[in-house]
C-alpha cells in the first residue's frame, strides 16, 4: 500500500464508518479528552439511541501492542471498548494465525462483565483507487457502569467531529 502517513492515523476514518454502520445514533470525537482529566482517547463514539452509551477506541500498532495496553484501556470509564489496528495481509494462513491470536488475547474483564471488542483496519481496492475499511473480528460486550453524568459534562465542552440529527 502506498502511503505518506502512517496506518494508525488513517484508520481513524474507516473506523468512524464503521462506527456509523454499527451503532445507531453515534456521535464521535478523534483524539477526544476523555474522561476530562486531560487524557485523550483516540476515538469516543457516544451512542443516544442506546442512552448515551460511551465506546472508547483505542488505535494501536498491531495486535501485540494492542494487548500490551489492555490494562490502560480497561481503566478508561466506558460501557463498550475497543482496540483497532491496521492489519495487511493477503496470505490466507497469516490471516488464520491472527484469528487464532485474537481467540487467545485476554479481552475479558478480570472479575466482572465486559469484553474488549477488537476492530482490524485493512486496505482494499476498487475502481476508485485504495482505501481502508474496518471489520469487527470480535464484538465488545458491555462493561459495568452508567456515564451519564459525565457524558452530559463533556457535551457541553466538545462538539463532535461526526454527528447525526
Do not use: C
Not at 18 to 46: C, E, H, Q, R, T
Not at 112 to 127: A, K
Not at 139 to 154: C, L, N
Request: glycine share 6%.
Amino acid at each position: 500500500m502506498k502511503t505518506t502517513q502512517a496506518l494508525e492515523h488513517r484508520a481513524k476514518d474507516p473506523i468512524s464508518k464503521l462506527l456509523i454502520d454499527y451503532l445507531d445514533v453515534p456521535m464521535i470525537f478523534f483524539d477526544a479528552a476523555w474522561p476530562a482529566n486531560g487524557k485523550s482517547v483516540d476515538i469516543l463514539a457516544i451512542d443516544r439511541a442506546g442512552a448515551g452509551d460511551v465506546h472508547v477506541i483505542q488505535v494501536v500498532k498491531n495486535l501485540q501492542d494492542g494487548i500490551k495496553r489492555l490494562p490502560r484501556l480497561l481503566k478508561v470509564p466506558g460501557q463498550f471498548r475497543w482496540i483497532a489496528y491496521p492489519f495487511e495481509t493477503e496470505d490466507p494462513e497469516a490471516d488464520l494465525a491472527e484469528y487464532d491470536r485474537l481467540d487467545n488475547a485476554p479481552l475479558f474483564a478480570s472479575n466482572d462483565m465486559g469484553r474488549v471488542g477488537v476492530i482490524q483496519v485493512r486496505p482494499s481496492e476498487n475502481q476508485h483507487g485504495e482505501f481502508l475499511h474496518g471489520l469487527i473480528a470480535v464484538r465488545a460486550e458491555r462493561f459495568r457502569g452508567s456515564y451519564h453524568e459525565q457524558v452530559r459534562r463533556f457535551l457541553e465542552k466538545n462538539r463532535p467531529d461526526i454527528e447525526f440529527k
